[in-house]
C-alpha cells in the first residue's frame, strides 16, 4: 500500500513560482513506482501534468506546462516534486499526485494510488 501527501500549495500572482511536494509511504516508492503530477480545474476533467519514471530518466510534461514545470524526484526520502515557475491563471487547479507500480503513464487510469490533492491558486 501507498500513501501519498502533497504540500506546497497555495495563491501565488501571476508570474510567480511554487514548488509542491508529495512524500510516499512505504519502500514501494523507491522499487516500483512511477509518479505522476494531475490538476483539475473547477468544471473540467482532471488532466495530466507531468510524470517521472522509477529511475527518473524518463520526464513527460503536458505541453501546456513545457519549459514552466519541472518534475523531480529523491527515492532516498520518497519524495516526488514539481517545480512550477511563470504561473498562469490557467494553472489554477487542484494538484494531485499519482503512483503507479505499472510503467509510467500519462493518463489517469495508469495510476494506482492517489493523494487527497493540494490547492494551486493563480490570481492578482
Known amino acids: 500500500q501507498v500513501q501519498l501527501v502533497e504540500s506546497g500549495g497555495g495563491l501565488v500572482q501571476p508570474g510567480g513560482s511554487l514548488r509542491l511536494s508529495c512524500a510516499a509511504s512505504?519502500?514501494?516508492?523507491?522499487?516500483?513506482?512511477?509518479m505522476g503530477w494531475f490538476r483539475q480545474a473547477p468544471g473540467k476533467d482532471r488532466e495530466f501534468v507531468a510524470s517521472i519514471s522509477r529511475s527518473g530518466i524518463s520526464i513527460q510534461y503536458a505541453d501546456s506546462v513545457k519549459g514552466r514545470f519541472t518534475i523531480s524526484r529523491d527515492n532516498a526520502k520518497n519524495t516526488v516534486y514539481l517545480e512550477m515557475n511563470s504561473l498562469k491563471p490557467e494553472d489554477t487547479a487542484v494538484y494531485y499526485c499519482?503512483?503507479?507500480?505499472?510503467?509510467?503513464?500519462?493518463?489517469?487510469?495508469?495510476?494506482?494510488?492517489w493523494g487527497q490533492g493540494t490547492q494551486v491558486t493563480v490570481s492578482s
Open positions: 512505504g519502500s514501494i516508492f523507491r522499487i516500483y513506482a512511477a
Open positions: 499519482a503512483a503507479t507500480t505499472g510503467p509510467v503513464a500519462v493518463t489517469s487510469t495508469g495510476y494506482n494510488y
